[in-house]
């Protein structure tokens, strides 16, 4: 089944001690994604990888880090949490596609998000 | 990108067909128009999207206008499962990014 998954779900931590939220996809996308969700704020964009070895900086990419080692997988790392980093997460993977025709412009919108990982740091 | 503009809540009965609109005045002639969902706490959900004509998938249609200045999605047969925040995205091929910018969608809720 094709699918994005994040673990841990669910995590409760203390400020400043170093947290790893991993996301893996079975599709062979090559564009992979992080967002936050608060409320009143929608999902805001925290780094996305376009391939293996590239990644960039979002709309929120403060206290946060990213690796793209595999094409698989894209880990969200907290060096050092804290209580504003509270919130829900998404990983997200699409087709990465090259070119301008719409075609294939049209496909890499159609994103796949993980199932959410709720992290309250205290 | 072009904003777009939906109804903050609608309500539908099972079993009837649901229609959400959604505005985005200002779309450019390269913008596709996207719609995603979100059930409560999970990840968003793609649904369907289209760029002049009208399309159709397992899971909903979606009527563009002519003009292409409004859109409405439809789900055919509502069911209680289909109750979640709709989102009515317009994205245009500039950028790399592929961000998706979600606003604050319509809350469709399916009564029994």
């Known amino acids: 089944e094709a699918q994005v998954t994040q673990n841990p779900r669910y995590l409760i931590t203390v400020t400043g001690k170093k947290l790893t939220v991993t996301c893996s996809q079975n599709m062979n996308h090559e564009y992979m994604s992080w967002y936050r969700q608060d409320p009143g704020l929608g999902l805001r964009q925290i780094y996305y990888s376009m391939n293996v070895e590239v990644t960039d900086k979002g709309d929120v990419p403060e206290g946060y880090k990213v690796s793209r080692k595999e094409k698989r997988n894209f880990p969200l790392i907290l060096e050092s949490p804290s209580p504003n980093q509270t919130s829900l997460y998404f990983c997200a993977s699409s087709f990465g596609g090259r070119g301008s025709r719409d075609r294939i412009f049209g496909r890499r919108l159609e994103q796949f998000f993980g199932p959410g990982t709720r992290l309250t740091v205290l | 990108d072009a904003k777009t503009t939906q109804p903050t809540s609608m309500d539908c009965a099972e079993g009837r067909a649901a229609n959400l609109p959604c505005n985005h005045s200002?779309?450019?002639?390269?913008?596709?128009v996207y719609w995603y969902r979100q059930i409560h706490s999970q990840g968003p959900q793609y649904i369907i999207h289209?760029?002049?004509n009208n399309e159709t998938n397992e899971m909903a249609s979606l009527i563009i206008t002519e003009d292409r200045k409004s859109s409405t999605l439809i789900l055919p047969h509502a069911t209680l499962r289909d109750t979640a925040v709709y989102y009515c995205i317009v994205r245009g091929p500039s950028g790399s990014a592929r961000q998706l910018t979600f606003g604050s969608g319509t809350q469709l809720t399916v009564l029994p």
């Open positions: 289209g760029l002049k």
């Open positions: 200002t779309i450019s002639g390269n913008e596709y």
